[in-house]
Each structure stands twice: as structure tokens, then as C-alpha cells.
């Protein structure tokens, strides 16, 4: 089967960084997405990584060893703003998106 | 003002009921995708389309249906036949001519069955 793994629930403090891991297996890939998505509202794109290495953009970088089947989103100078959940999902061979479960971002002042 | 709109934010019905749930983008993109989210889980795909007058069934199209008349619309029904239709529903798009096929959210729809 197909699956995408992240942690449920990450705690951060105010102006910290913090690293949101992401594992993945599945039938082929065409790459991977970070989104982010507030309480009651929709996801909204972040980065996408289809070779290996690190995307800087800002506060946020995205990170991907498809060797490993594995990305991380590290996120620095951490805001209040930035409490929402975090999405992986991976683009297969089919070019379908495999979704993870979210990882929810909770940051304390 | 380009976007994805979806009506309306918040549903609520009877059980036994059908309701469609609107979803129109003027970003010009072929394929258009319906998700539900339920808490705890992954996005799971209903039903898709990437060109007008044509859709694929997704991982969870039971009880569910679409249409595809326009390439700026793709309305879906929820039925009487779907088990357990209270979820949030997404709606999104994406450009199939990018070579990163990023989908494009639009608000959401709360649907609740009473």
C-alpha cells in the first residue's frame, strides 16, 4: 500500500524553530507538497521538491532525499500566526496525490 | 480577482436528503478535484476531472456524483446512499500544463446531516 507519515501533534515555542518530519512510500513519485491549513479553513500551498536538497523560501524550507523517502519542513522564527496543521503529500507514478494525516503545529509564547 | 469559491460555507441536512455542493474557479484550469476531510485523517479523494464532459472516480466515490458541464465548474452531489456524509469537503484545481501540478484550494464546505 501507500503511505505518508508524520507526527499527530509538534509543540514549538515563539521565535524557535522547528522541524516537521515527513516519511513516505509510494508507487513511484513525481514529488512532494507542504501545505499549510488553519483550523476550519482549506490548505494552502507552501513548497513542492521533486529532486533532492533543500528549498529555502522565506521563513519556511523544505527539505528532500527521495533515496530515503523522506522530506522535512523546518520553519524558523516561529509566529503565533504559525499554529495551523502542516500536509505532506506525495505526487505518484499516476500522478495521484497521496495525502498524509497532518502534523498540527501548537506554539506556545 | 482569480480564486475557487465554494458555496456554501456551512451546510446542514436532513438525513436521507441529497444536496449538491458548488465549486467554480476562473483560474482557467483543466482539472478540477473533490476531497473529503475528516479529523485525524488524510484528504481523501472523491472524484476528479481533467477535461470538460469527463471524471474519474477517486478512493471514496461511493455515494457520491459529479458533473463536469464547464471547465469552470464541478458541482457534487452528496446522496442518500453516502453513510457517513458529515465531513469537510474541499474542492481544488490545478494547471495541468505546469510540470508541478500543484492543486489549488478552494474555502471548504461544512456539511452536517442531521
Known amino acids: 500500500g501507500q503511505n505518508i507519515d508524520q507526527p499527530t501533534e509538534m509543540t514549538a515555542t515563539e521565535g524557535a524553530i522547528v522541524q516537521i518530519n515527513c516519511t513516505y512510500q509510494?508507487?513511484?513519485?513525481?514529488?512532494l507538497f507542504w501545505y499549510q491549513q488553519h483550523a476550519g479553513e482549506a490548505p494552502t500551498f507552501l513548497s513542492y521538491?521533486?529532486l533532492d536538497g533543500l528549498e529555502e523560501k522565506g521563513r519556511f524550507s523544505s527539505f528532500l532525499s527521495r533515496s530515503k523517502g523522506y522530506s522535512y519542513l523546518l520553519l524558523k522564527e516561529l509566529q503565533m500566526k504559525d499554529s495551523a496543521s502542516y500536509l505532506c503529500a506525495v505526487l505518484n507514478s499516476n500522478y495521484q496525490l497521496i495525502w498524509g494525516a497532518g502534523t498540527k503545529l501548537i506554539i506556545k509564547p | 480577482d482569480g480564486g475557487i469559491t465554494q458555496s456554501p460555507k456551512y451546510l446542514f441536512r436532513k438525513e436521507g436528503q441529497n444536496v449538491t455542493l458548488s465549486c467554480e474557479q476562473n483560474l482557467n484550469h483543466d482539472a478540477m478535484y473533490w476531497y473529503r476531510q475528516d479529523p485525524g485523517q488524510g484528504l481523501r479523494l472523491i472524484y476528479y476531472?481533467?477535461?470538460?464532459?469527463?471524471?474519474q472516480k477517486g478512493d471514496i466515490a461511493e455515494g457520491y456524483s459529479v458533473s463536469r458541464e464547464k471547465k469552470e465548474s464541478f458541482p457534487l452531489t452528496v446522496t442518500s446512499a453516502q453513510k457517513n456524509p458529515t465531513a469537510f469537503y474541499l474542492c481544488?484545481?490545478?494547471?495541468?500544463?505546469?510540470?508541478?501540478?500543484?492543486?489549488?484550494f478552494g474555502p471548504g464546505t461544512r456539511l452536517t446531516v442531521l
Open positions: 481544488a484545481s490545478s494547471d495541468l500544463e505546469t510540470s508541478t501540478d500543484t492543486q489549488y
Open positions: 476531472s481533467q477535461i470538460v464532459n469527463d471524471f
Open positions: 521538491n521533486v
Open positions: 509510494t508507487s513511484g513519485f513525481n514529488g
